[in-house]
């Protein structure tokens, strides 16, 4: 079967670091992606790990380990702006069929 | 450049009729999801379309049926709707293989959805 599990829900403080774990079980395994979703809006592409280690992009890091299923976003400096639903997706074909969690809800209050 | 554009923005139909969404994709790209998000759930796959046929098709009825066209664009159709098939329809586009990014992996991009409400 295939199955990915984040957080619900999970809050901070404007400023400062937040990570949100995924962890992952598909019969294939073609790369994790991170998209971005606020409230009533389509998901925005964050980022993309297909080999172990960490990828950074500007306040937004992701890290893969295909070993352990396990990958996780991680946000720098906070902003009210971050506030939004952050989706774990796996690719299990290589032809871009994703399998999304329900999504880890960031709150981020002054 | 125009992204992926979806029509229409929100749909209300009664249980048992049929629906028909749209869904042009980014320009360049030939490959066409189509999601389905409950509120408060990811978006689960329905199926998608390449080179105007049906490559992959995730678990749902064959209620849900669809089309590509010479452009690339597709439309979604379900028929005979039940409550349940309430939801945000969202529309993916990618490039298809051969025009893979330089990152070696084809971003999909979303478009705005279709807010359908079954009543």
């Known amino acids: 079967g295939q199955n990915i599990d984040q957080p619900t829900e999970m809050t901070a403080t404007e400023g400062a670091i937040v990570q949100i774990n995924c962890t992952y079980q598909t019969s294939g395994f073609n790369g994790l992606f991170w998209y971005q979703q606020h409230a009533g809006e389509a998901p925005t592409f964050l980022s993309y790990?297909?080999?172990?280690g960490l990828e950074e992009k500007g306040r937004f890091s992701s890290f893969l380990s295909r070993s352990k299923g396990y990958s996780y976003l991680l946000l720098k400096e906070l902003q009210m702006k971050d506030s939004a639903s952050y989706l774990c997706a796996a690719d299990g074909t290589g032809f871009q069929k994703l399998v999304f969690g329900t999504g880890t809800r960031l709150l981020v209050s002054p | 450049d125009a992204g992926v554009t979806q029509s229409p923005t929100h749909l209300i139909k009664t249980r048992g009729q049929q629906v028909t969404l749209r869904c042009s994709p980014k320009?360049?790209?030939?490959?066409v999801s189509w999601y389905q998000q409950a509120l408060g759930q990811g978006p689960q796959f329905i199926f998608q379309?390449?080179?105007?046929?049906?490559?992959q098709r995730g678990n749902f009825p064959d209620r849900f049926s669809g089309h590509q066209f010479p452009n690339y664009s597709s439309e979604l159709n379900v028929n005979a709707l039940l409550l349940g098939d309430s939801a945000l329809y969202l529309c993916?586009?990618?490039?298809?293989?051969?025009?893979?990014?330089?990152?070696?992996?084809?971003?999909?991009?979303f478009g705005p959805g279709t807010r359908l409400t079954v009543l």
């Open positions: 320009s360049g790209h030939d490959t």
């Open positions: 993916a586009s990618s490039p298809g293989p051969g025009q893979g990014g330089r990152t070696g992996y084809n971003e999909q991009f």
């Open positions: 790990n297909v080999l172990d």
């Open positions: 379309y390449y080179e105007e046929e049906e490559r």
